[in-house]
């Protein structure tokens, strides 16, 4: 979302993204904390006014960020209306993606066919809806790019083309024809790309931004150039 305020030409939105590592704990440090009391990522500490407002959940965070610049939210009342209605969408589904199947297809110590077939299914369903929504749609919300593609992308885009859990071909992913071709479109958004490579710790180290502070840091320091500079 901020780099596509960026492109979009509103220089208010530069930030900084640092990097918690939750499997070192930073979660829990008071604060991070005092950020966000339930110790997940992410959140946004707003600096720009007189006093520091802190947002979290990234629903939250992408309705703040899209009221205080004007972007990516419709404001005629039934274009809003589906926009946070896909957007409500995806935060109540994505935990059936993540704490649900992803754990037990994917992490859990002894696999159980119940729970994983239970949360496939689900999953499936969400793709379905997803699916059917995107063969008359262009985007989530209707003809205009907006913030529930921004949320909804990471996940079951990520899902559509086989990058999470390795379990694209267990889901059938690739017949959801819809989703692959909006998966990809957005994909090419140069924001997107950009976006993408911040606070990645995986991967090509030339993807990875482990910390943006400047929009230089794409050009300047990326994992492998930090790695040949040592």
């Given amino acids: 979302m901020l780099e596509e305020l960026l492109a ?19 979660q829990f440090s008071s604060g991070y904390v005092a950020a966000n009391p339930n110790s997940k990522i992410p959140v946004l500490v707003d600096h720009s006014g ?3 407002i802190r947002v979290f959940e990234s629903g939250a965070i992408l309705i703040h ?6 972007a990516f939210l ?16 995806q935060m109540g589904s994505a935990p059936f993606l993540g704490g649900g199947f ?43 790019y907006t913030i529930a593609d921004m949320a909804i992308w990471p996940w079951y885009g990520a899902l559509a083309k086989g ?18 071709r909006w998966t990809d479109q957005l994909a090419t958004r140069p924001a997107v790309k950009r976006g993408r490579m911040v ?5 090509d180290p030339a993807s990875q931004l482990r910390e943006r502070h400047d929009a230089s840091d794409f050009e300047l320091r990326t ?8």
């Fill in 102 to 144: 992803g754990h037990f297809y994917a992490y859990a110590p002894t696999k159980q066919e119940y729970p994983i077939n239970r949360y496939a299914m689900e999953v499936k369903r969400q793709m379905d809806v997803l699916d059917r929504r995107l063969a008359e749609s262009e985007y989530i919300a209707g003809t205009d």
């Fill in 8 to 26: 979009a030409g509103l220089s208010g939105a530069e930030y900084d993204a640092w990097l918690i590592n939750i499997g070192e704990g930073d």
């Fill in 50 to 52: 007189r006093d520091p």
């Fill in 163 to 180: 990058l999470v859990y390795d379990a694209g071909e267990f889901l059938q992913v690739q017949d959801y024809k819809n989703v692959q």
């Fill in 65 to 70: 960020l899209a009221e205080k610049f004007g």
């Fill in 74 to 89: 419709p404001t005629e009342t039934a274009k809003r209306a589906e926009t946070l209605s896909w957007l409500m969408w």
């Fill in 199 to 203: 606070n990645r710790v995986t991967g």
């Fill in 223 to 230: 994992q492998d150039k930090l790695e040949a500079a040592e």
